[in-house]
């Protein structure tokens, strides 16, 4: 499947999530992360999901998917243990016109969540396009052996010197050749730091 990695800021979109099980609590729980308002539907609702509800970003409606939950929202997300209710929650969300992740369908649906590493404000998104989810998380814990929370100190420190360069005007070719060689240096820094012996 052809995708485009985008990040989008979440901060007071709504995401209506469709099915209330642990794939609804795990895409809830990334959701809150980045910002977003979550309504979530449906006849089953797990505890923690539930002891969210009605709380400053969390609302919850107990009860059988109808289209009109989909009003507002900016993205739906189809996670129900009833196929022919996902397909029909990505079939009116499609019709409004809304993008539609399906759990249990990935191809069917616009868009897929990848796993993500996150290190301050680094992310780094694995995805396979929704051929294989679990295979994203394995190669995402591959990565996060290798890339530490120093990462965030570095990505602090870089940005920092950039927000300088920009301000002194400089072009953005040298800016790009400054902040490239800060960052080698920082994690060669880092790295044999790591490899000292205690």
Known sequence: ????????????????IIGGGSVAQRKLWKLLAAGAVVRVVA???????????NSERVVVRVGPYMAADLDNAFLV??????????????????????????ADNPSAGDCTLPAILQ??????????????????????????????????EILERVAAEREKLLTNGSCSTYNA??????????IAEFTERKELPP
């Open 1 to 16: 499947m052809s995708t485009l990695a985008l990040n989008i800021r979440m901060k007071g979109k709504l995401v209506v």
């Open 43 to 53: 006849t089953e609702i797990c505890p923690d999901i539930k002891a969210l509800n």
């Open 77 to 102: 997300i189809a996670a129900t243990n009833d196929k022919m209710v996902n397909e029909q929650v990505r079939d009116d969300a499609q019709t409004r016109g809304i993008m539609v992740a399906v």
């Open 119 to 152: 290190r301050g404000d680094l992310d780094i998104a694995v995805s396979t396009g929704g051929r294989c989810p679990t295979f994203a998380v394995d190669v995402r814990d591959q990565i996060a052996r290798h890339i530490g929370i120093e990462y965030a």
């Open 177 to 186: 050749e400054v902040l490239r060689s800060l960052a080698s240096c920082l």
